[in-house]
């Protein structure tokens, strides 16, 4: 059987795609792709048939198995572009008018006085106009998209969480009515997230909740203060244990040089507290920059990792977290877009109405790209980010972390262009690939994660 001839009437030379990690252990070899986001595993002696076949030689791989890596893209026609795949599924997404997204600021101001923040916060809280000019885009928007999706973020969101049980409803009776898809989630920093605002956010169909704990007590209170100076963590993590049964709950832990060296000590505490397999916890990178608005982070910069130090730091916390139940064994999953910034159909609204195109933004003046009142109108200030084009970037272009990333975070490339912007699958892309396997190894044995992994193909002959 032949490169030209195996799949039928195909004659075009195979190879094996640009975007495989392959991974041999034992009597298995395993091939994450990241274009489709799929994992393969194939006895080893068949693989070894495979690297014949698409050699061009005297090849005894099976059709299923050749079937199977093709399906999950892992083998792909010699020819094919699969940078221009990629450019072509970006493209769609900045464009896509058929799903509208809202990043909504509900108060600007917030209850919390964080070193790192980059925000400057006014005490402002959504206003009555600006929900009655809310509701009116949507009401442009309903003929001609398929879902609708909200981010309800600050400051601190549920200082205006009235607006958003307002808003919530008037949404959901309009999509309900048009028979448009809705979701929504929240960026909170769980302070005012008791038993009862979780379930009354629950009923407006908020579907997670992402919550900051950014160390065991005596760090975390340090770096997430009142505006008064007094504690916040055990007020945080009261929260948690009581609201994890009503909102699934993802615990944000954001790490610099002042505090990576105490997350076990956190995890333990969580664990104490009855979280495990009721909660997700992941590490955070903080990356500080000056925009010249007086943010407490332009002062900040001395302690953050640089991405090389932070892959290391996130490896050790992410199999801390495993082991005590509190994370789950994941690779990163092929998009069209990398966020809101991007896409043409999606804003970022504040307190007063104004728009930003990114959640960095919040606050910065400098930023505003128009206002709810004209929102078909932006200013040319929105232009930078809807034409942040990765493909342009010869350093995305070679990467191997591109399809699940796309460019990573278009507003630290333009603040400071460099590694900043990029995930740490980067540089630990066959680490994380492995771990992922001896996982799934560990599953197939009884003693694998309680959470679910990817959908894995063991081809067999």
Same mark, same amino acid.
């Given at each position: 059987?032949? $490169?030209?001839?195996?799949?039928?009437?195909?004659?075009?030379?195979?190879?094996?795609?640009?975007?495989?990690?392959?991974?041999?252990?034992?009597?298995?070899?395993?091939?994450?792709?990241?274009?489709? %986001?799929?994992? &393969?595993?194939?006895?080893?002696?068949?693989?070894?048939?495979?690297?014949?076949?698409?050699?061009?030689?005297?090849?005894?791989?099976?059709?299923?198995?050749?079937?199977?890596?093709?399906?999950?893209?892992?083998?792909?026609a010699?020819?094919?572009?699969?940078?221009?795949?990629?450019?072509?599924?970006?493209?769609?997404?900045?464009?896509?008018?058929?799903?509208?997204?809202?990043?909504?600021?509900?108060?600007?101001?917030?209850?919390?006085?964080?070193?790192?923040?980059?925000?400057?916060?006014?005490?402002?809280?959504?206003?009555?106009?600006?929900?009655?000019?809310?509701?009116?885009?949507? +009401?442009?928007?309903?003929?001609?998209?398929r879902q609708?999706?909200?981010?309800?973020?600050?400051?601190?969101?549920?200082?205006?969480?009235?607006?958003?049980?307002?808003?919530?409803? /008037? !949404?959901?009776?309009?999509?309900?009515?048009?028979?448009?898809?809705?979701?929504?989630?929240? &960026?909170?920093?769980?302070?005012?997230?008791?038993?009862?605002?979780?379930?009354?956010?629950?009923?407006?169909?908020?579907?997670?909740?992402?919550?900051?704990?950014?160390?065991? #007590?005596?760090?975390?209170?340090?770096?997430?203060?009142?505006?008064?100076?007094?504690?916040?963590?055990?007020?945080?993590?009261?929260? =948690?244990?009581?609201?994890?049964?009503?909102?699934?709950?993802?615990?944000r832990?954001?790490? +610099?040089?002042?505090?990576?060296?105490?997350?076990?000590?956190?995890?333990?505490?969580?664990?104490?507290?009855?979280?495990? %397999?009721? =909660?997700? &916890?992941?590490?955070?990178?903080?990356?500080?920059?000056?925009?010249?608005?007086?943010? #407490?982070?332009?002062?900040?910069?001395?302690?953050?990792?640089?991405? @090389?130090? !932070? $892959?290391?730091?996130e490896?050790?916390?992410?199999?801390?977290?495993?082991?005590?139940?509190?994370?789950?064994?994941t690779?990163?999953? @092929?998009?069209?877009?990398?966020?809101?910034?991007?896409?043409?159909?999606?804003? &970022?609204?504040? /307190?007063?109405?104004?728009?930003?195109?990114?959640?960095?933004?919040?606050?910065?003046?400098?930023?505003? =790209?128009?206002?709810l009142?004209?929102?078909?109108?932006?200013?040319d200030?929105?232009?930078?980010?809807?034409?942040?084009?990765? !493909?342009?970037?010869?350093?995305?272009?070679?990467?191997?972390?591109l399809?699940?990333?796309?460019?990573?975070?278009?507003?630290? *490339?333009?603040?400071?262009?460099?590694?900043?912007?990029?995930?740490?699958?980067?540089?630990?892309?066959?680490? *994380?690939?492995?771990?992922?396997?001896?996982? /799934?190894? $560990?599953?197939?044995? %009884?003693?694998?994660?309680?959470? #679910?992994?990817?959908?894995?193909?063991?081809?067999?002959?």
């Open positions: 059987m032949s $490169a030209g001839t195996a799949l039928g009437a195909s004659t075009a030379r195979l190879r094996l795609s640009r975007y495989d990690v392959v991974v041999e252990r034992g009597d298995k070899v395993w091939v994450h792709n990241g274009l489709s %986001g799929r994992i &393969v595993a194939v006895a080893a002696d068949e693989w070894r048939e495979v690297g014949l076949f698409l050699a061009g030689e005297s090849s005894r791989a099976s059709t299923e198995i050749l079937r199977e890596l093709t399906v999950g893209r892992m083998i792909v010699d020819d094919l572009d699969e940078l221009e795949v990629l450019e072509r599924r970006y493209r769609a997404g900045t464009a896509d008018r058929s799903s509208f997204g809202l990043t909504i600021v509900t108060s600007l101001g917030c209850n919390f006085d964080c070193p790192y923040c980059f925000q400057v916060k006014p005490s402002e809280v959504l206003d009555a106009e600006t929900e009655r000019l809310l509701l009116e885009v949507l +009401d442009e928007q309903l003929p001609t998209i609708f999706e909200v981010t309800w973020y600050g400051g601190e969101p549920l200082l205006g969480k009235d607006r958003i049980y307002r808003l919530s409803e /008037a !949404f959901l009776e309009r999509c309900d009515a048009g028979h448009i898809a809705y979701s929504a989630s929240i &960026v909170t920093n769980g302070y005012l997230l008791t038993r009862e605002t979780a379930e009354r956010l629950r009923a407006c169909r908020v579907g997670s909740a992402q919550i900051t704990l950014d160390g065991p #007590p005596e760090s975390h209170d340090l770096m997430r203060p009142l505006k008064n100076g007094r504690p916040t963590f055990d007020a945080i993590l009261d929260n =948690v244990v009581e609201s994890a049964s009503v909102l699934p709950i993802a615990i832990v954001n790490l +610099d040089a002042s505090n990576s060296g105490e997350h076990e000590r956190l995890l333990d505490l969580l664990v104490d507290r009855g979280l495990s %397999g009721r =909660v997700t &916890v992941y590490p955070g990178r903080i990356v500080a920059y000056d925009e010249g608005i007086g943010a #407490p982070s332009e002062s900040y910069r001395p302690t953050c990792y640089t991405l @090389p130090e !932070f $892959a290391g730091v490896r050790d916390f992410l199999a801390q977290a495993r082991a005590r139940g509190l994370a789950s064994t690779l990163p999953q @092929p998009i069209s877009t990398p966020c809101t910034a991007v896409r043409v159909n999606e804003l &970022v609204v504040g /307190a007063r109405g104004e728009l930003y195109k990114c959640w960095d933004s919040v606050g910065n003046h400098h930023e505003v =790209v128009g206002h009142r004209s929102w078909k109108d932006p200013n200030r929105a232009l930078k980010w809807l034409h942040y084009d990765p !493909f342009t970037d010869e350093g995305c272009r070679s990467c191997i972390a399809p699940g990333c796309m460019g990573g975070c278009a507003h630290h *490339q333009m603040i400071d262009p460099g590694d900043s912007k990029c995930s740490t699958y980067r540089l630990t892309y066959r680490q *994380q690939v492995e771990e992922y396997v001896a996982a /799934a190894e $560990a599953a197939g044995s %009884g003693a694998g994660p309680r959470h #679910p992994l990817l959908p894995i193909v063991t081809v067999n002959t």
